[in-house]
């Protein structure tokens, strides 16, 4: 772990961990609270990153009370460390959103074990790595907000995204399971159940199988304005419901149907998804995993760059694109 030079604490202002917060919804997360008043701790693996970000929340909002943490929300002892010194050093955290993940894109046929650890590493482990030390704290001082962001895929499990699915579905049960032990505590937990909004995360996401062709439909699915949500508008909507301390907070109408539809009618939800799968490019094996970035330059096709205009866009504001 390390940190930039930062300000002494002003413990009269409280004090938000951001995990995952070096780009995407976890930067426009860190400025939505910065807005609102708090210091904002923000931490991911790669210090490059935290930098630029850190950087862009400041440029933004001249004299943002940020401190950078370098570290792997899935190691467990790194990530007590952190908890233990952001507080000795900061203050009580008082706000913690949950953000970190990446989005494997691919095949049952191109799925391997190491798909399955990194999704369940970053998206289920490391909420419970970072919750279990915070929320002792919070329950210790009666009162703090705690917001995991969890996928519709958490709900409605999409096809080709298997791994990630898996480790949404088990953050949602996480996180709904928190909220029930800490009725009457104090200390709220906000389900956070986002659709498809546009952060630019096709960028970073990762693609195996025949990984090109994979990133043709994903690419455009997570950047149409239709289909998909204006990331800063979605930032303002999580962190309104998790200082509020709601229960859940489900964003876009088409992860409100795809929830009640799937719970009405799980067999039909299936038979789509299903259909759905069997349109979708098969592969013979897992074959190399691409970034997006890469995957696009491979693809080399107009009419995608098109239809990934406004991801792209995004892409660039958010810290996405290199």
């Known amino acids: 772990m390390s940190s930039l030079p930062a300000a002494p604490p002003d413990p009269s202002v409280p004090l938000a961990l951001v995990m995952g917060a070096s780009r995407g919804l976890g930067l426009l997360l860190a400025e939505q609270l910065?807005?609102?008043?708090?210091?904002?701790?923000?931490?991911?693996?790669?210090?490059?990153?935290?930098?630029?970000?850190?950087?862009?929340?400041?440029?933004?909002?001249?004299?943002?009370?940020?401190?950078?943490?370098?570290?792997?929300?899935a190691d467990r002892e790194a990530v007590v460390a952190l908890v233990e010194e952001v507080e000795d050093t900061l203050g009580p955290v008082e706000v913690l959103l949950t953000v970190a993940g990446t989005i494997q894109v691919g095949p049952v046929s191109a799925v391997t074990f190491e798909h399955f650890d990194e999704a369940l590493g970053g998206m289920l482990h490391g909420p419970v790595n970072v919750t279990l030390p915070v929320v002792e704290r919070?329950?210790?001082?009666?009162?703090?907000r705690i917001g995991t962001i969890t996928s519709i895929g958490g709900k409605v499990a999409p096809p080709h995204l298997w791994p990630y699915a898996t480790a949404k579905h088990g953050a949602v049960g996480f996180s709904e399971g928190l909220s029930a032990e800490l009725a009457g505590t104090g200390v709220t937990a906000t389900t956070v159940v986002p659709g498809l909004m546009?952060?630019?995360?096709?960028?970073?996401?990762?693609?195996?199988?025949?990984?090109?062709?994979?990133?043709?439909?994903?690419?455009?699915?997570?950047?149409?304005?239709?289909?998909?949500?204006?990331?800063?508008?979605?930032?303002?909507?999580?962190?309104?419901?998790v200082l509020a301390g709601d229960s859940h907070v489900v964003l876009t109408p088409l992860a409100s149907v795809g929830i009640r539809v799937n719970g009405l009618m799980p067999r039909l939800t299936h038979r789509v998804l299903g259909i759905g799968a069997r349109l979708?490019?098969?592969?013979?094996?897992p074959g190399p995993t691409l970034e997006g970035r890469v995957a696009a330059r491979r693809l080399d096709s107009r009419v995608v760059r098109a239809l990934t205009v406004l991801g792209t866009r995004a892409a660039r504001r958010n810290n996405e694109q290199p």
């Open 34 to 73: 910065l807005a609102r008043g708090h210091r904002v701790v923000i931490v991911s693996r790669t210090r490059e990153d935290l930098e630029t970000a850190a950087d862009l929340l400041r440029r933004r909002q001249p004299g943002a009370p940020v401190e950078v943490r370098v570290c792997d929300i």
């Open 198 to 241: 546009r952060t630019g995360s096709h960028v970073r996401a990762t693609f195996t199988g025949r990984a090109e062709h994979e990133y043709a439909w994903f690419g455009p699915a997570a950047s149409l304005p239709l289909i998909t949500m204006d990331a800063r508008r979605a930032a303002r909507r999580i962190v309104t419901g």
């Open 280 to 285: 979708l490019p098969d592969a013979a094996g």
């Open 138 to 144: 919070m329950r210790g001082r009666g009162h703090g």
